[in-house]
T-cell receptor
Framework: AQKVTQVQTEISVVEKEDVTLDCVYE???????LFWYKQPPSGELVFLIR??????QNEISGRYSWNFQKSTSSFNFTITASQVVDSAVYFC???????????????FGQGTTLQVKP | NAGVTQTPKFRILKIGQSMTLQCTQD?????MYWYRQDPGMGLKLIYY???????DKGEVPNGYNVSRSTTEDFPLRLELAAPSQTSVYFC?????????FGPGTRLTVL
């Protein structure tokens, strides 16, 4: 069965520290998509990144970077030089299924709450 | 484009009451979803639809019903509200595996 596990439930860092949020997934599919979302205290879900299973290149977007490793079924998220505005709940998610059976349903991890202290 | 809109934003229900959570998208997406987020948890799929007239159950469908008479609208119905349905409800639509989420409805059942 497909499953997403976020290793840390809560992380607390001091501003300017680097922080990594770990995500481990399980799937039987050879083609799949992985996502990270941010949920700030206001409650909305903010899309951060989507990765397909054929693209293992690391991605960097400003202070954010993502490390995708199929060999360990992991899709980890690093924030460099964290800021107070990064305080939020972060979700890793997986789309299961492919081809005609694909319905785009997201399977979410339980979330990692990141607190960045000034 | 307004994207995905949900109404109401907040609602308090008494046990046994019923209500409909509204969801509308203006992007002409065929795929739509309802998720619930319980405190400290990730989102879980309640129902989804792959097009007008087609719906199917997700992971946690008990206590809910949906309909999809148009591409734009995907309402979620709670018939007999229970405290276990206290949650934040998110509607989403998708296109080419990118999901667009509404702002959520915070529901409390007392």
């Amino acid at each position: 069965a497909q499953k997403v596990t976020q290793v840390q439930t809560e992380i607390s860092v001091v501003e300017k520290e680097d922080v990594t949020l770990d995500c481990v997934y399980e799937t039987r599919d050879t083609t799949y998509y992985l996502f990270w979302y941010k949920q700030p205290p206001s409650g909305e879900l903010v899309f951060l990144i989507r990765r397909n299973s054929f693209d293992e290149q690391n991605e960097i977007s400003g202070r954010y970077s993502w490390n995708f490793q199929k060999s360990t079924s992991s899709f980890n998220f690093t924030i460099t030089a964290s800021q107070v505005v990064d305080s939020a709940v972060y979700f890793c998610a997986l789309i299961d299924g492919e081809g005609s059976s694909n319905t785009g349903k997201l399977i979410f991890g339980q979330g990692t709450t990141l607190q960045v202290k000034p | 484009n307004a994207g995905v809109t949900q109404t109401p934003k907040f609602r308090i229900l008494k046990i046994g009451q019923s209500m409909t959570l509204q969801c509308t998208q203006d992007m002409n997406h065929n795929y739509m979803y309802w998720y619930r987020q319980d405190p400290g948890m990730g989102l879980k799929l309640i129902y989804y639809s792959v097009g007008a007239g087609i719906t199917d159950k997700g992971e946690v469908p008990n206590g809910y019903n949906v309909s999809r008479s148009t591409t734009e609208d995907f309402p979620l119905r709670l018939e007999l509200a229970a405290p276990s349905q206290t949650s934040v409800y998110f509607c989403a639509s998708s296109y080419r595996r990118e999901q667009f989420f509404g702002p959520g409805t915070r529901l409390t059942v007392l």
